[in-house]
């Protein structure tokens, strides 16, 4: 079956602009995760949402959104974009929610701030 | 909070030799414990997970890791390297006490295989 898909795989955005990720998660999974990878500071995660409904946010600041739609695709929005947000943004998609569960990881999206 | 140490940010080994990944946690209740590995241009794959009962785990790939409470370690070893196992390592904690997908990652291991 198809995996976790990420729309853009590539972008490029100047400061202060604002950007939009997409994630389609595997079919039938109902939570998605957002992680941002960058070489200084590793993999964090941003949020989780379940069945439209935000379970966990890390700690990042209010520039940083996402929601859940009723078919489990998820968006995530970062807006006034700065220098330090060019990372990887992966999704991440798993059955339920759940501190012992399984995540399927998508190939990220590639976002450089100049 | 939570927090993963992994040893050494790049590991080379020689093609047959064993592979030992370090990985410790601090927490304050055991959490669940997990390897992730990835490859160049992907996402990250669960090699093996620790939840409850028996405290060393096998996952795919030829992989192993042993949850050792007294340490507060989990490291990853595999008996022979193969050239494929080339990529980066990934040690995550949960907090079993939190009902959503949180995964705290250390800063990840490359593996180098030499032939």
């Known amino acids: 079956k198809a995996g976790v898909t990420q729309t853009p795989r590539y972008l490029i955005k100047t400061r202060g602009q604002q950007v939009t990720l997409s994630c389609s998660p595997i079919s039938g999974h109902r939570s998605v995760s957002w992680y941002q990878q960058t070489p200084g500071q590793g993999l964090q995660f941003l949020f989780e949402y379940f069945s439209e409904t935000q379970r966990n946010k890390g700690n990042f600041p209010g520039r940083f959104s996402g929601r859940q739609f009723s078919n489990s695709r998820s968006e995530m929005n970062v807006s006034t974009l700065e220098l330090g947000d060019s990372a990887l943004y992966l999704c991440?998609?798993?059955?339920?929610?759940?501190?012992?569960?399984?995540?399927?990881f998508g190939e990220g999206s590639r976002l450089t701030v100049l | 909070a939570q927090s993963v140490t992994q040893l050494g940010s790049h590991v080379s080994v020689s093609e047959g030799a064993l592979v030992l990944l370090r990985c410790n946690y601090s927490?304050?209740?055991?959490?669940?414990l997990f390897w992730y590995v990835q490859y160049p241009n992907q996402g990250l794959q669960l090699l093996l997970k620790?939840?409850?009962?028996?405290?060393l785990v096998k996952g795919i790939n030829g992989f192993e890791a042993e949850f050792k409470k007294s340490e507060t370690s989990f490291h990853l070893t595999k008996p022979s390297a193969h050239m494929s196992d080339a990529a980066e390592y990934f040690c995550?904690?949960?907090?079993?006490?939190?009902?959503?997908?949180?995964?705290?990652f250390g800063g990840g291991t490359r593996l180098m295989v030499k032939p």
């Open positions: 620790y939840t409850t009962g028996a405290t």
């Open positions: 991440a998609s798993s059955i339920r929610t759940g501190a012992d569960g399984e995540l399927f």
């Open positions: 927490s304050s209740v055991p959490p669940y």
């Open positions: 995550a904690v949960s907090d079993r006490r939190n009902a959503g997908n949180m995964l705290t």
